[in-house]
């Protein structure tokens, strides 16, 4: 088989269609389509491997008519972002910040265990 006769999924512009989160619950997510119910992945974004995938693996999801499948693909992606955000830590920048000037300060004195520190609201204070 020649180069220009290979099959390549890149090249046959299958994307992920905004409609089948509603239609199969599936979204995308770093990249990958992931089912919202059970959170497997789908390799190839095919409609037909979609909705293999619902009806085998979800049949009793696949009974609800369109608008309460748009209702549960709504509570399951808002389930999903808060998981995410439960896991995701908010960056102190006051704190990072902080660190940063003792690490300066220190290098600056050149000493390491021996050095005592008075860290104060205003700044820090080397003794
Ligand atoms: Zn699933």
Redesign the pocket.
């Known amino acids: 088989m020649t180069e220009n006769k290979r099959r390549k999924i890149e090249n046959e512009g299958r994307i992920f269609n905004r409609e089948w989160t509603s239609k199969y619950?599936f979204t995308v997510t770093n990249s990958k389509i992931l089912?919202?119910?059970?959170?497997?992945v789908v390799a190839v974004p095919k409609e037909y491997n979609l909705r293999r995938?619902?009806e085998s693996?979800?049949p009793n999801l696949a009974e609800l008519d369109a608008t309460e499948r748009i209702l549960k693909a709504d509570s399951l992606l808002g389930n999903l972002c808060s998981e995410r955000n439960f896991f995701k830590r908010p960056v102190n920048v006051t704190a990072t910040r902080v660190s940063y000037e003792i690490s300066t300060e220190i290098a600056a004195a050149g000493k390491l265990l021996d050095l005592l520190l008075f860290v104060t609201v205003e700044g820090l204070l080397l003794l």
């Open positions: 619950l089912c919202l119910v059970c959170r497997n995938h619902f693996n979800h």
